[in-house]
């Protein structure tokens, strides 16, 4: 039987879902969804770091009581499945109650101010709202919200029969009937008004809803009539809608925009006797601007005469954010940021353990291990990086991008040190230094591997050799520079000479080559791809020695070896980290996390630690754990 691989910390954070920024009443733990896993983290320490894993897909909905010992949680799931919903006793870190009745998505989550009941929306598929007993985990009642999208709840801050729902041009007031047990809708009265509202918040007084739409601007409703009374900003409403919004102590308004803007709006401005209409319309104070589209503000703190808020946005960041009500002056800080999608590849510097690099869309980042920091990021706008090695001798990143070139930089500054035009006549898929860092072998996505001589004012094309039919996946090179291994798409595996530039040997297999790797003695190549088996062959005549199923379900992307090649690490579409004792082939470890597939894995150059990446834009760090022989077990 396979034991779980330990989770030692993740960079990451699940930046698109609403309202899934969480700050424990404690005043020490942020709470917040990575893929399928929910991360509590230390708010001063980064690598202070907790895991609640019981979701089957991403986490899509997030809520957490007001005395901080219960976080609701719901997911996203395939086409007519029931997505679950999970309570969590945050005292213990336990799964407390597994709920499910809506279909495919849960959209949005709310506890009741008692924290007794739960309010849960379901998704476009499903447009159901349900009330849930948090003791027992039972449903208390639902109701189908009859129209084509509802998209926020938010309960009555002093009462637990009345909440508020808003979406597509519709906004409701519901009374829970408890001698009848049945929700009841009342639909709010705004005139000619019609709207698609994002976000809501209850004053903590009952009396008013702010509404945020997606045209900008926020409408307050009276509650006791459920009645339009009035909007705001006057003049510039907020770029790309209200996205997230959150009452400030003194009774003002914190809005985040779609467009990363953030403002505080005047909720009960004066008339005055120059502009009288200024009774009529909510005002806006102050401002400032962060990256990507906000998706959660959130109360945190008072610091002397000033108020904090977390905020979370779509492009993976957290700021903590500073307000003085006297001077209206807003101030923003980042801690923490990552990367907000799919992630190519990864790759340590030559024996040396502490830092590593990602690539991705539009993005280099070097990150440190240790403290899950960002120490660097290489920014080249609307490109996508598909591959990425450190040179041996340490002095450059060299990467692999969508428009054909190779471009290399240097690892501290982020300086731009030399690109290769046209390297090939695709994407450069594939990527690989000699151990002299003299030369570098690169793949395309139209099949050629080429050889690269690198010197400090030219970058010479010495070889260009077009066997493969199919993209090139992998490519990896003999410790004594000798000869290269490519991993195509076509089905092939082709051993190149680097001295001759000429086939000395193939592999062949009914599959898509994704990853190829030599064992550390080089005696052997083992390869995976689409066919879900884990291949052994032998280097010097391409024999297959030993196959194995790298997956039941899906195909395998990326394999690793650790120094002493003990143990292989897989990773794929099954969204599952496997370690592989190398001998036996018996897989002793399976680590769940990932929430999407796995493009790459590696071992530290130490053997402590495993690094993986997917396309959900998170990395995630295990413990290394040996493989015990068979007959230890």
């Known amino acids: 039987m396979s034991e779980p691989l330990p989770l030692q910390s993740v960079i990451g954070f699940g930046g698109s879902i609403e309202n899934g920024l969480l700050p424990h009443p404690d005043g020490r733990t942020i709470i917040y969804p990575l893929g399928s896993t929910i991360v509590l983290r230390d708010k001063f320490d980064s690598r202070a770091q907790e895991f609640l894993q019981g979701h089957s897909d991403k986490v899509s909905a997030m809520a957490l009581s007001k005395n901080g010992r219960y976080l609701a949680t719901g997911q996203v799931t395939y086409m007519g499945f029931t997505a679950d919903i999970i309570i969590w006793d945050l005292e213990n870190r336990q799964l407390l109650h597994r709920m499910g009745l809506h279909k495919v998505k849960v959209q949005a989550l ?57 979406g597509n041009y519709n906004l409701h007031v519901w009374e829970y009937d408890r001698a009848n ?82 403002v505080v709006l005047k909720t009960h401005p004066e008339a005055s006797p120059s502009n009288p209409k200024l009774l009529k319309k909510m005002v806006k104070m102050s401002g400032v601007k962060v990256e990507g589209a906000i998706t959660s503000i959130v109360l945190d703190g008072v610091q002397g005469k000033a108020y904090s808020f977390l905020v979370g946005t779509a492009a993976c960041n957290m700021y903590r954010l500073t307000y003085e009500p006297q001077t209206h002056k807003l101030a923003e800080e980042l801690i923490q940021t990552a990367h907000n999608d799919k992630i190519n590849d990864l790759a340590f510097p030559y024996e040396y353990s502490e830092v590593f690099a990602t690539a991705g869309i539009g993005y280099i980042r070097v990150w440190h291990l240790a ?15 598909h591959c990425i090695c450190f040179a041996p001798n340490g002095k450059s990143i060299i990467s692999g991008w ?104 193939s592999l062949f297999a009914n599959t898509f080559f994704k990853s190829v790797i030599y064992h550390p003695d080089e005696s052997q190549l083992v390869t995976a791809g689409t066919d879900r088996k884990i291949t052994y062959w032998d280097a010097y005549d391409g024999q297959a020695i030993r196959i194995i199923d790298g997956s039941d379900s899906d195909e395998v992307n990326s394999l690793a070896t650790d120094r002493d090649g003990e143990a292989i690490i897989s990773g794929g579409g099954d969204k599952l980290v496997r370690l592989w004792g190398y001998d036996e082939g018996h897989c ?38 040996a493989p015990q022989s068979l007959a230890d077990l």
């Open 110 to 166: 709310d506890f009741s101010f008692d924290d007794s009941i739960l309010a849960s929306l379901g998704g476009p598929d499903d447009n159901s709202l349900v009330l849930w007993d948090v003791d027992s985990g039972t449903a208390i009642c639902g109701s189908p919200t009859h129209t084509n999208f509802t998209l926020c709840v938010k309960f009555f801050n002093n009462r637990i029969d009345k909440l508020v729902t808003g």
């Open 588 to 625: 002793y470890f399976i680590g769940m996390a990932h929430s999407g597939s796995i493009t790459r894995v590696a071992v530290t150059p130490d053997k402590n630690a495993v690094v993986t990446v997917g396309m959900e834009g998170g990395i995630f760090v295990w413990q290394y754990s």
């Open 402 to 505: 969508s428009d054909g070139k190779i471009r290399a930089f240097a690892p501290q500054s982020g300086k731009m040190l030399y690109t290769i035009h046209d390297a090939h006549h695709k994407a450069v898929t594939a990527i690989a230094p000699t151990s002299d860092s003299g030369k570098v072998i690169s793949g395309g996505e139209e099949g050629m591997v080429r050889v690269w001589r690198i010197n400090r004012d030219s970058q010479v094309l010495e070889a260009s050799m077009k066997d493969h039919k199919g993209s090139v996946n992998s490519i990896q090179v003999k410790m004594d520079d000798s000869e290269c291994v490519s991993a195509s798409s076509d089905g092939s595996c082709i051993i190149w000479d680097l001295r001759t530039f000429k086939r000395r040997t």
């Open 181 to 262: 047990n049945k929700l009841r809708p009342q639909e709010a009265q705004m005139g000619q008004l019609q709207r698609v509202f994002k976000s809501i918040t209850v004053d903590h007084r009952d009396q008013y809803a702010y509404c945020g739409t997606s045209t900008g601007d926020v409408l307050q409703i009276s509650l006791d009539r459920v009645l339009f009374k009035n909007s705001g900003p006057a003049k510039d409403p907020v770029q790309l809608g209200v996205t997230a919004q959150a009452e400030i102590p003194t009774g003002d308004l914190l809005l985040g925009g779609g467009d990363g803007s953030l």
């Open 371 to 385: 403290t899950c920091r960002e120490l660097l990021r290489i920014t080249v706008p609307n490109l996508e990086c």
